[in-house]
């Protein structure tokens, strides 16, 4: 795909993958987000940075999670927000998708955020939009989902500080999986140690061995001394046919529980993007427990969003698009 995704003077315009980004503009990325993360703590959560902007959020796709932590972002930064409700709106009467995209920038919004089922959605979207409108890409089909990964780096720094001797492991359903994609390109341009995948190899991507990653199909041998693990979902809804055996055999092979956990290092982070299916890929015991930072993904998407944004629109004050 061509890399719409920075201007003329190497700035953000889109973020659509982290494929194409260079390490500077990730860590760019994260040290805003760490300016915006003290916000909550403060009585004025708010700044003033979008205001006057309108961001639209375009959610083609079901999404709890990412949906609302855009919205606040985009409002903590004082923008206008729309949410376009796709089960409502004139998609379900059969506009195509560039009809619906023209409505909207007639509505004069300045950033969309894209939330799509198809692969390259984002792509089109940001490949027809008219000069001086940007596009989020909040997951694409199983292609990229990057500020999920922006966010889960956030993470990883703020509990290990430096990348660069961390191994990381992720389990389970890597091939239908954006996030996964995009969390591998992310570690290996942060320049981490090693990343494993781990999973039955009807849910590793065939192309993984090209990723820069480490294959393993038996859990424990794979959680062996790492420093963060990453958990995925089973993605049913992306699977074709059977590519599993039942959730419970899936569990016993797969889920993370007390037991395994202590086959990585004894200060490993346990982190998953949620939505979390207890005691399918994790046990409550791990989701609920001490070295579970779960939630608090969850808190870093929103100083995150707001940092993707504020640097797209130009508005950190610094210049720096
Ligand atoms: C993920 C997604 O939608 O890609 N969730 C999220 O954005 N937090 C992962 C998933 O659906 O399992």
Redesign the pocket.
């Known amino acids: 795909m061509e890399n719409l995704q920075l201007d003329d003077r190497g700035g953000l315009r889109h973020l659509l993958a982290i494929e194409g980004l260079e390490r500077a503009h990730l860590e760019k990325i994260l040290d805003v987000a760490e300016s915006f993360a003290v916000l909550p703590g403060r009585q004025v959560k708010k700044v003033p940075l979008l205001r006057g902007r309108i961001v639209t959020n375009l959610f083609f796709?079901s999404?709890?999670?990412?949906r609302t932590t855009f919205e606040l972002a985009a409002k903590l930064l004082s923008a206008d927000v729309i949410n376009f409700n796709v089960n409502v709106s004139a998609t379900a009467k059969g506009e195509t998708l560039l009809d619906t995209l023209r409505n909207l920038e007639a509505m004069h919004s300045d950033l969309f955020v894209v939330?799509h089922q198809h692969s390259g959605a984002a792509h089109f979207i940001a490949h027809h939009a008219s000069p001086g409108v940007s596009v989020v890409n909040?997951?694409d089909g199983r292609h990229a989902?990057p500020t999920?990964a922006l966010l889960d780096m956030f993470t990883i720094r703020r509990h290990k500080g430096d990348f660069t001797p961390l191994r990381v492991a992720i389990v389970g359903d890597i091939q239908h999986?954006?996030?996964a994609r995009s969390q591998i390109m992310a570690l290996n341009l942060l320049g981490v140690t090693e990343v494993r995948i781990i999973g039955p190899s009807t849910l590793l991507p065939a192309e993984a061995r090209t990723l820069g990653v480490h294959l393993y199909h038996d859990l424990e041998s794979g959680l062996e001394e790492v420093d963060v693990i990453i958990m995925?979902?089973l993605?049913r809804e992306r699977m074709e046919g059977a590519l599993l055996p039942s959730a419970h055999e899936y569990f016993q092979l797969y889920g993370l529980t007390e037991a395994r956990l202590k086959r990585a290092k004894p200060d490993a982070i346990v982190m998953h993007?949620?939505?979390i299916n207890r005691g399918v890929e994790i046990a409550s015991e791990v989701a609920d427990g001490p070295r579970s930072v779960i939630l608090q993904q969850v808190s870093h998407g929103i100083a995150v969003r707001m940092a993707v944004m504020s640097l797209i629109l130009g508005a950190h004050g610094d210049g720096d698009r």
Request: proline letters at 11%; hydrophobic letters at 15%; charged letters at 25%.
């Open positions: 796709e999404s709890t999670r990412t939330r909040a997951g989902h999920q999986s954006r996030v995925l979902r993605q993007p949620g939505p």
